[in-house]
């Protein structure tokens, strides 16, 4: 392998794929030359080539160490590169923080590796310095050839996951869209005081954990870009989850008073419709914040723990161009989000919170342009060709690019899961596969083009494994849709759960799966975000909703609602191998729901999340993939408010909860 075939390899740049259908797709030459385009390669330059393909392929031999090595926790195993002359040569090793100082001769350790080129050959030898705390190190390496140092990545076998091993612990939790909670206090979208109140409601019947939408940072200025998966900055928070009626304690008494005799935090308050207004919502929080900010401002200087915050924010993220008044949200924010988990370990929950981490950012935020070296020109993240968007989908979001992303000892991803697994028990990942391969969508010659391109999968799978542990969170991967193998069997090996939409669990016939067949280690869930809710879905209502919207016509329309009848067939018939009851295509929506989730509460998954829209009876979609401005996403709000939907199901969550402690 040689020339542009070599590079396309070692810059990640795939070769084929399996479509849905079976059909084997191999990528074309234009398409691989415009993925290399995206990456600022000019693929007619074979001195460039040649030097790129020298860089990334035969550099590495001729260190002995690189800017970061990887080496196991438990034994302290990593490699040393060096040419084969040096085989019986002694090295001195020094791992800062870590109290590791010795010698070691080459001779006496294993050759894992090696490598030819011109008339030099090159090792790779396997050294063991013993256990080793999990982290990050400073480590020299000093022999004949020089002194070497880099950044150890001490990592663990597995990401922290105290259900490992434990086949009998099984936890139940909710998923909300934490916007989407009606109260009469909260402006028109839910804050972090209705989390609390959730968290309390919740942990009196045994709920575990609450799975909550990316609480990301949106933009401020154009309020109506509302999709939480489509952020500024995955690092910061929207600050319109602020609850204004609990900051007192974070901000001070003496703030509290003076913003209380400036304004009226009662006036402009929106709460009725169905859908949240966040034109409304924002400029009236916004409003208040200012003037929160101007009552606290004098102090701000003497606050040490936002000057703690600030300079830790800084440190992490770099200079972002945030004014003190945003910042101040910032901290505001985040002492609220920590006071939830807090008070879910308080009341006994397992985990508490669960964090989601939308799988990018927008061109236009903050995030890109933070990091915008390590992101390509022109690619976006997408989806290949399935049976709902036949020539596949451009989700709009920059792609980063894999080499590029490894640079600063890849700071860009270490900021990224850091910051999501802060202040909460565990860590969804939307579309974990992001973390070996993803679809770009990008132009050339005016022609639309997709293929996959690979990232350094063992580098950013060690950062979850690390990361986990230095906070103890759990990690959860969103695997739903086609997933390389090698993806599939590292997750599990690294004890990162899954994610199993019921809906989408079926054999090879179309019928339901047994129960008894789901994933133990997975987040087992009826639906999620991303298809209509339960009730909607017994009902057609989703379909009747793309209609009124005329996402569809009348005629798939038609088509869509035959097809419903037939899985709500299929339902019927799990129901009725797994329950007693008696069942029919007349029974009510919320019969059906609760029969399913009572045979779910039994089955193997670890984890089983009940969605709030079902307990809610809501019958509307929250999102429509595929759509933007054709359908209100990210808007719907619940029918009821928490007080009201625990009343009605309490009963129904104390007996799914008895089932799953009983198994």
Known sequence: MEGLEQLYYLHGIGYDFTKYNGEYVVFDEATRKGALHCCGIDTSDQNLITAKNFALDVAPWMQMLGEVTLANSEMGTFELKVPSSYRGHLVDIKI?????????????????????????????????????????????????????????????????NPYLGKSERKSLGLSIQLYTLKSNRNFGFGDFSDLKELVCKSANFGVDFILLNPLHMLFADQPEKASPYSPS???LINPLYISLDDVESIVGNACWRRFLSSTNANENRAFDGQYVDYSVVSQTKYLLFEKLYDAWAPESDACASFQLFLAEQKAELGELPLSQFEWFLQWVSSAQLERCQELATELGMSIGLVSDLAVGCTKEGMEFQAYRDCFTHGANVGAPP??????????????????????????????????????????????????????????????????????????????????????????????????????????????????????????????????????????????????????????????????????????????????????????????????????????????????????????????????LDDLDLQQVPVNIPGTDTEYPNWRRKLNHELVDIFEMQQEFIKQLNEIRKKQ
């Open 96 to 160: 800062f923080k870590c109290g590791v100082a010795f010698s070691v001769n080459l001779a006496n350790c294993r050759e894992v590796g090696n490598y030819q080129y011109n008339n030099e050959h090159y090792i790779a030898i396997e050294v063991s310095v013993g256990t080793l705390p999990v982290g990050y190190f400073d480590m020299e390496v000093t022999c004949n050839l020089g002194t070497f140092r880099t950044e150890l990545w001490s990592v663990p076998k597995t990401c922290y």
């Open 233 to 235: 900055h995955r690092c």
């Open 386 to 611: 399935d049976p709902w968007a036949e020539n596949g989908q451009n989700w709009g979001l920059p792609a980063p690019n894999p080499q590029k992303m490894k640079e600063h000892n890849f700071h860009y991803f270490k900021s990224l899961v850091r910051a999501n697994m802060r202040s909460v028990g565990a860590l969804r990942i939307d579309h974990v596969m992001a973390l070996r391969r993803l679809w770009w969508c990008f132009t050339q010659d005016e022609k639309e083009l997709g293929c996959y391109v690979y990232y350094p999968f063992e580098h950013l799978l060690a950062i979850l494994k690390i990361e986990s542990h230095l906070s103890s969170t759990i990690v959860i991967g969103e695997d739903l849709g086609v997933v390389p193998p090698e993806v599939t069997s590292s997750l599990e090996e690294s004890a990162i759960f899954g994610n199993t939409l019921f809906y989408f669990e079926k054999n090879e016939n179309g019928a339901f799966k047994s129960s008894e067949k789901l994933r133990s280690n997975a987040l087992t869930m009826v639906a999620n975000h991303d298809v209509p809710p339960f009730h909607g879905w017994w009902s057609g209502n989703d379909i009747n909703v793309k209609l009124a919207y005329e996402i569809i016509n009348q005629e798939q329309r038609q088509k869509q609602l035959r097809d419903r009848e037939v899985e709500k067939g299929r339902l019927l018939d799990w129901l009725h191998e797994f329950t007693d009851g008696c069942f029919d295509m007349d029974s009510s929506s919320e019969v059906i729901y609760q029969s399913v989730m009572k045979v779910l509460a039994a089955c193997p998954s670890q984890l089983l999340a009940i969605q």
